[in-house]
Structure formats: structure tokens, C-alpha cells
């Protein structure tokens, strides 16, 4: 039977427009597993997926969506059954594959992971791989000796998806969030899910001569990237560390090595597209575990199919606050 797909396709002048199609399911890759999807959600990846592609789509015609949940359609995977409830991030795909937004989906077993018990397929797709990728850079802070009293944690680009679940966490644990955004008009909204102080975006945005500033922050949580993370790292304290999940504010690290040589910080890397099952698995089981399904639900903004072109171009221009759940059936 045929069902709906928001589908990009790209002209022979080389510009992308997306709509809604009715296909069949022999359009769709070939896999192990199939899914009824029933929500996925936006993240800036599927902004440049939705648009110019960004160097992420292979061929055309595709259909992005980097995020998915739903019910196991059928399989030929040991590990899925017919009527499981199930979690996709990562694995390329929405960018090299076929992705969520549509109301089915095929993919590789290996790369789906049971939704954890007191995750609804919708709370899934609020966290989705930015809440994903948050979760991820909490336990690397922690795993490098970020406990709560160590001082406050840094979260930059705080109004964002991944800002969002991160502050929410954090302060749900019981550290003391500083949360670093440009709107005033997310302020209130980033106190509600925890934030205990905010930090102009003006006050960390440029790097200054000195390599060092006076020690203030535990940890970090940097979504952004560029001159503002180069900043932050002569401000953290001896030891500390600062996980990075992005570069909102570019690739370009015009940074010193002396925050690393004189105090000891620690830049780690956090990747959420090809991490491996078993620390997958862990990282949903303390979402599940972590984050308040209250502070989850007030980071909400429902959307359907139709809405994604728009979305995803507000996204692009840092215009979408918390996390946009798509009901890609409605």
C-alpha cells in the first residue's frame, strides 16, 4: 500500500525543493527491518537535508529525517520482532539513507535500539539525536570527574535541542547550569527547565589576547564551536573539561594550548552518529533515567510533514527553539 514521504528532489539546474508524496514500499532501500514510523523530529543536519543538502545527500530523490521512532513493521533481524517499539539516530541515516520522514521506514537492525520502558515513541523523538548527543557529553564530563559541587557547568547554545535536554539534565542531577544564549526572549524559558544563571552570548562570543582567564567554569557543554569555545576553554577551571557536540559558530578553533598545558582541560570529541550499541543502549537507559518527561514536554513544538520545509530553513538561521516533534502521520 502506498504511504506519504516528504521527498527532496533536485533540478537539472542543481536546486532542491521538497513536498509530499505518496510511494510504494518497493521505493524504499533494501534492509532487514521495516518500521511504522510514528514520530521523528528536526535537527540541523535535516535543515541542510531539507534544503541545499550540504554535502550530506549522496543522490536524489531523498528523503531525510535523521531520527525516527515507531513499531517494528517486519524483519528478517533475530533481534526485532513484529510489534517492537523502536529508536533510530544516527548511522547516516536521513543523509546517505532513506530517513524518517515518511510513514515507513527500512533500516539495518544493527542500527536500531529498543526504546527504553517509560519512553513513549513521542518523548523519543523529543530528545531525538540532539537529546541523544547531550546525554552522550554529560557521561563523558563524568567519566573525566564532573560531579555535582564541583562548581557551575557551562551550556552554550542553551535554547537549542541540544542545549535544551542538556540543562535539563544537568540541573536535574544537581549542578548549577549556566546557560549561555543570544535571545532574551529565551531567558524565562531556560530557567524553567533548570538554568540557574544566563550568560549573555556577547560575554563569551569573541576571544580575548590572554590565553587564561580567572578559573569559573566545571564543565562545558559546547554546542557552538568557533571563537566562543576557544574563549571558554581559558575559563575553565583546573582539571575541567569541555565536551564538544558542534559548531553552530564555526569549525575554526582560534584557540592557544596553554589552557591544556596549564591547567590540565580536557576537549573531548562527542559523536552520536556512529557510537557503537552498547553505549547507545546506556545512554537512552539514563535519558530514560535523567531527564524530567515534565521539562521534556515543555521543550516541545509539534509539527507535521508539511511543516518540515519551513522548519528546516528556520533552523539554518538559529530560529527554532527547544525540540520539534513531527507527527508524520497527522
Known amino acids: 500500500m502506498a504511504f506519504k514521504a516528504l521527498i527532496v528532489n533536485k533540478d537539472d539546474d542543481s536546486k532542491t525543493h521538497a513536498g509530499i508524496e505518496e510511494i510504494e514500499e518497493t521505493r524504499l532501500p533494501e534492509a532487514d527491518v521495516t518500521v511504522a514510523v510514528e514520530y521523528s523530529t528536526l535537527n540541523y543536519k535535516d535543515g541542510l537535508c531539507l534544503g541545499p543538502g550540504g554535502g550530506l545527500v549522496r543522490t536524489y530523490p531523498h528523503v531525510p529525517g535523521i531520527d525516527f521512532a515507531g513499531t517494528v513493521e517486519e524483519s528478517s533481524d533475530d533481534w526485532y520482532k513484529p510489534g517492537d517499539k523502536v529508536v533510530l539516530t544516527g548511522w547516516r541515516v536521513g543523509e546517505a539513507w532513506w530517513g524518517g520522514y515518511s510513514q515507513k521506514a527500512r533500516v539495518k537492525g544493527e542500527w536500531l535500539v529498543p526504546l527504553p520502558q517509560g519512553i513513549t515513541t513521542r518523548n523519543a523523538m523529543a530528545v531525538g539525536t540532539a537529546g541523544f548527543t547531550a546525554m552522550l557529553a554529560i557521561m563523558a564530563l563524568e567519566d573525566h570527574g564532573l560531579k555535582p559541587g564541583?562548581?557551575?557547568?557551562?551550556?552554550?547554545g542553551a535554547a537549542g535541542g541540544v542545549g535544551s535536554v542538556?540543562?535539563?539534565?544537568?540541573?536535574?542531577?544537581?549542578?548549577?547550569?549556566?546557560?549561555?544564549?543570544?535571545?532574551?526572549?529565551?531567558?524565562?524559558?531556560?530557567?524553567?527547565?533548570?538554568?540557574?544563571?544566563?550568560?549573555?552570548?556577547?560575554?563569551?562570543?569573541?576571544t580575548v589576547k590572554r590565553p587564561l582567564e580567572t578559573e569559573t567554569w566545571a564543565g562545558c557543554v559546547d554546542?557552538?564551536?568557533?571563537?566562543?569555545?576557544?574563549?571558554?576553554?581559558?575559563?575553565?577551571?583546573?582539571?575541567?573539561?569541555v565536551a564538544a557536540v558542534g559548531l553552530a559558530g564555526g569549525a575554526a578553533l582560534p584557540a592557544t594550548v596553554i589552557?591544556?598545558?596549564?591547567?590540565?582541560?580536557?576537549?573531548?570529541?562527542?559523536?552520536?552518529?556512529?557510537?557503537?550499541?552498547?553505549a547507545r543502549l546506556k545512554a537512552w537507559e539514563r535519558l530514560a533515567k535523567d531527564l524530567p518527561m515534565d521539562k521534556l514536554e515543555a521543550m516541545i513544538q509539534p509539527a507535521t510533514l508539511a511543516d518540515l520545509p519551513q522548519l528546516g530553513a528556520d533552523i539554518l538561521k538559529g530560529q527554532v527553539k527547544g525540540r520539534v516533534v513531527v507527527d508524520v502521520n497527522a
Open 259 to 278: 589552557p591544556f598545558l596549564l591547567r590540565g582541560v580536557n576537549l573531548l570529541g562527542i559523536d552520536s552518529v556512529m557510537k557503537p550499541y552498547d
Open 166 to 206: 542538556a540543562t535539563a539534565i544537568l540541573a536535574n542531577l544537581g549542578y548549577e547550569v549556566a546557560a549561555v544564549t543570544g535571545r532574551e526572549s529565551t531567558w524565562d524559558y531556560l530557567k524553567s527547565l533548570g538554568a540557574s544563571s544566563i550568560v549573555p552570548r556577547d560575554d563569551v562570543a569573541e
Open 223 to 241: 554546542a557552538v564551536g568557533g571563537a566562543m569555545l576557544a574563549r571558554i576553554l581559558g575559563q575553565m577551571k583546573y582539571g575541567a573539561s
Open 150 to 156: 564541583n562548581g557551575p557547568v557551562l551550556v552554550t
